[in-house]
Nanobody, 125 residues
Framework: QVQLVESGGGLVQAGDSLRLSCAASERTFSNYAMGWFRQAPGKEREFVAAISWRGANLYYADSVKGRFTISKDSAKNTLYLQMNNLKPEDTAVYYC??????????????????WGQGTQVTVSS
């Protein structure tokens, strides 16, 4: 099972940008569909973005579409989430996750079997 470690979170102001990274231990990282999820205090974990294992298909939650971009660099075994024009409602712990090898991307957290520890993103108004 792939091991995942997120980084890049922090405290920013509304309108700022951040790039989250998720380093994967698995050398065949390119064979995994990946996703980003987030959980705000008192709320359930929600889908943010996903990328197919080939990287050709991208999926976004409506709330982040046009502001966030998911990408993966298989040579570096790293998943990214570029977040632009951040809003206070984006404040949450962000998690990266991977699906079983060669599985399709999914917006359901139940379909992912490996998770990182999370990185905090706080956006002040």
């Amino acid at each position: 099972q792939v091991q995942l470690v997120e980084s890049g979170g922090g405290l920013v102001q509304a309108g700022d940008s951040l790039r989250l990274s998720c380093a994967a231990s698995e050398r065949t990282f390119s064979n995994y569909a990946m996703g980003w999820f987030r959980q705000a205090p008192g709320k359930e974990r929600e889908f943010v973005a996903a990328i197919s294992w080939r990287g050709a298909n991208l999926y976004y939650a409506d709330s982040v579409k046009g502001r966030f971009t998911i990408s993966k660099d298989s040579a570096k075994n790293t998943l990214y989430l570029q977040m632009n024009n951040l809003k206070p409602e984006d404040t949450a712990v962000y998690y990266c996750a991977s699906r079983p090898r060669y599985s399709a991307a999914s917006s359901s957290d139940l379909d992912y079997d490996a998770w990182g520890q999370g990185t905090q993103v706080t956006v002040s108004s």
